[in-house]
């Protein structure tokens, strides 16, 4: 078991979690995942860690809600059955840092995505690389930890489909108008907002990293049910990823499987939402 020190609402569909989880803390690096369990019943959900402390051994997720195991995980008051990880590699950048010490990188995050791009931004911040950021959302109450980000980039630019903070409009309209200020460009966030910023970099010769989020089950490479394709070949996203080069992916193939389980999952969510409220009671 996982004690579990807080699990706040942040916005109309997130939510901050912070678990005990000493050793996945101790090996921890930006852009790795790990897969977390509410009960012992209950399905296995790949979260980004999106902050951590090796003092306190405090690792902190931040989720939205979309489906059965992710409203199930809004119940969780003292502890998770389990939290496996870190899984997945580190982000390229934050893994040599000095490579790229000369580059202009510019990060575009769309919604609950600024989770995974907040640790990468604060880890190359504090080893002097002066990175952009480029944040967008529905609206303006669902941009996350805005004071955070704020904190660690060089400059933020916001965007939100309603036009009720910052550009109205998309995150690439911004990307596009400002392309020439950049080298590379890493895309976390929704598959079709990542599709967009590869054609946009691939339209001006820029180098593109995106993260998938594909379905995951065991998270160790055995199970496939991650499989991406890049360049026409099999890949794992969990072992293999979840980065890759945004130029090489099959977007359409990737939103096309995660569609797959889709009425299932929605009668899942209906009789989770049931069962939660009956055992409130
Ligand atoms: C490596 C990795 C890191 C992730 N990090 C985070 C994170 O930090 N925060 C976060 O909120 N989510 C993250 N996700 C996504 C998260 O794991 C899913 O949202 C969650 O598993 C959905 O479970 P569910 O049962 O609530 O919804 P489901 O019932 O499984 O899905 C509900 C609906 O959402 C769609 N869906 C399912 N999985 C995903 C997905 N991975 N991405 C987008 N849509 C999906 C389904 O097609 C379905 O329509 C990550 C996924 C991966 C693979
Ligand atoms: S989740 Fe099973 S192979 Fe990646």
New binding site residues.
């Given amino acids: 078991m996982y004690k579990v020190y807080e699990n706040k609402q942040i916005s109309p569909d997130s939510y901050l979690m912070e678990i005990e989880a000493p050793l996945s803390v101790k090996k921890a690096l930006p852009g790795q ?1 790990v897969i977390v369990m509410a009960k012992e019943d209950s ?1 296995r ?4 860690i ?1 902050d951590y402390n090796s003092k306190d051994g405090i690792l902190k ?11 199930e995980l809004t119940y969780v008051k003292k502890e998770l059955f389990s939290v496996a990880g870190p899984l ?1 590699n580190a982000n390229e950048i934050c893994a040599n840092p000095d490579k790229f010490m000369n580059k202009r990188i510019c990060y575009v995050a769309g919604g ?1 995505g600024i ?2 791009v907040y640790p990468q931004v604060k880890f190359l911040h504090r080893r002097g690389l002066k990175i952009d950021v480029i944040y967008g959302s529905r609206q303006a109450n669902m941009l996350l930890i805005r004071d955070k980000i704020e904190r660690v980039c060089n400059k933020i630019y916001y965007a939100t489909d309603d036009g009720s903070f910052g550009t109205h409009g998309f995150v690439t309209d911004i990307l596009e108008k400002n392309i020439h200020h950049y080298d590379i460009v890493v895309a976390i966030g ?1 598959i079709p907002m990542m599709k967009a910023v590869a054609e946009v970099t691939k339209k001006y010769n820029k180098k593109c990293i995106v993260s998938m ?4 089950v065991d998270g160790s490479g055995m199970c496939g049910a ?1 499989r991406c394709e890049i360049e026409g070949k099999p890949k794992f ?1 969990c072992v293999d990823g ?1 980065e890759f080069d945004g130029h090489k992916v099959n977007f359409d193939l990737a939103m096309k499987r ?2 797959i ?2 009425e299932e ?1 929605a009668i ?2 209906e009789e989770m939402k049931k069962r939660l409220a009956k055992e409130k009671k």
């Fill in positions: 995942f399905e959900i790949p979260l980004t999106y997720v931040i989720y939205q809600v979309i489906g059965a195991s992710t409203e997945g609950v989770a995974p929704p989020n594909p379905l995951m991650c996203a979840p995660m569609k389980y889709k999952e899942k969510w």
